[in-house]
């Protein structure tokens, strides 16, 4: 169950990566780059709570605290990931880093981060209970 679990949230990672390119080589010069952000952090949320939906049924879990567990979970990874690749990957400052937490200029990645968090729950609740 766990890697199954991992492997759900690592999934996650190119769609992310794709929803930043889009933003970069498209939003950006048609919208502009304050919103683009905005639009691609709708974007991406989206596109987890989609995959959330269509996978959680590979991961029956006997209720709704579990699937709590699960979105703290891969809410734990995503950050942990962003940080790490982000400071000794892509080698950004950790003021760069924090910036996108900030509700600056169009920039709603702490919303994505509740996605992150709520969509197991939310999905489990949409398509395994009543």
Request: charged residues 10%; proline residues 6%.
């Amino acid at each position: 169950m766990t890697f199954r679990l991992l492997l759900l949230w690592a999934a996650i990672i190119p769609m992310a990566i794709a929803n930043g390119i889009l933003r970069d080589t498209i939003l950006v010069g048609t919208l502009g780059p304050k919103r683009a952000r905005t639009v691609s952090g709708l974007i991406l949320s989206a596109v987890i709570l989609g995959w959330t939906l269509l996978t959680v049924p590979w991961i029956p879990l006997p209720g709704h605290l579990h699937y709590a567990g699960v979105g703290l979970a891969w809410l734990t990874l995503t950050v942990a990931f962003e940080f790490l690749f982000g400071r000794f990957v892509a080698r950004k400052s950790w003021s760069e880093l924090l910036r996108a937490y900030r509700f600056e200029n169009g920039d709603i990645w702490p919303l994505v981060l509740a996605t992150v968090a709520v969509s197991p729950v939310a999905a489990a609740a949409l398509r395994i209970f009543p």
